[in-house]
């Protein structure tokens, strides 16, 4: 199954792709995670991202499009995968369009997660004050004013996608303001559904 999970920073594409990749038994493959990889290793990759990471803007298409490019031939994404935040604008959306094309595959679906703008503040401050709390790094672009040039990328480059999908007939959307144990059930429930349809 392949697979993208859509929703504004705070969301729970991350929490819930962690949750169904044992079901499915097929990779997570978030951008931002690889992202933070390459900054911590100091790769040329990680050099170029670092600053605009930090701001809370995007990263440049060329740079995401080559990172999912190269992990999708991985042996572990050849039977499917998680993308938790990519693709994050129409052109990283039509490379991976052209990507799947050439290998002769196909998304299965799109799942986007609803969410009440107001309250992911507060989830994004919570994550903080837990990993700090943990002794772990927080994140650096995990502070409300940082969060707010994130909800802005998002509105402006990334909601475009849902009407990409739509058109496609790919999306599906569910609340993702719901408990996270409930909004799992239910993202079980459309992929189940959606994996009985390709199999019938
Ligand atoms: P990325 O790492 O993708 O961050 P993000 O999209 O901003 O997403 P988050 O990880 O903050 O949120 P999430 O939706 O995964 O929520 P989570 O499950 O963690 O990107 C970071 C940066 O990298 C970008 O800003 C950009 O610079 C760059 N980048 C990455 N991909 C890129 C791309 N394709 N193109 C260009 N640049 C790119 O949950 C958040 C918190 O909420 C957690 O504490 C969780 O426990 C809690 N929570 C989750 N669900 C619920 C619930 N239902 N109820 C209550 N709390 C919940």
Redesign the pocket.
């Known amino acids: 199954m392949r697979i993208i999970l859509l ?11 962690e949750r169904i990749v044992a079901r499915y038994g097929i990779p997570q493959l ?4 690889m ?2 990889a390459a900054v911590a290793a100091g790769t040329p990759v990680g050099l170029q ?1 670092k600053a ?2 930090e701001s ?6 060329a740079i ?1 499009v080559g990172i999912v490019a190269d992990r999708i031939e991985e042996a572990d994404a050849k039977a499917g995968f998680i993308l ?6 129409v052109e ?1 959306a039509e490379a991976l369009d052209a990507m799947l094309s050439d290998k002769g595959i196909a998304l299965d679906t799109v799942v986007e ?1 609803v969410v009440d703008e107001n309250a992911l503040v507060g ?2 401050a ?2 903080a004050e ?1 990993t700090a709390a943990r002794g772990q790094p927080v994140r650096k ?2 502070t409300p004013e940082v969060f707010k040039t ?1 909800l802005e ?2 509105r402006k480059q990334t909601a475009p996608l849902s009407d990409y999908y739509a058109g496609g007939g790919l999306l599906q959307t569910i609340d ?5 144990d409930a ?1 799992t059930e239910h993202l079980v429930s459309v992929l189940d559904r959606h994996a009985a349809t390709v199999a019938s």
């Open positions: 929703g504004p920073p705070g969301a729970g594409k991350g929490t819930q792709s978030s951008t931002g995670d992202l933070r991202a605009v990471m809370g803007g995007l990263v440049s298409d995401v938790d935040g990519f693709p994050r604008t990283q997660f989830r994004i919570k994550r837990e672009d995990d994130r990328a998002y993702g303001m719901k408990p996270v909004v």
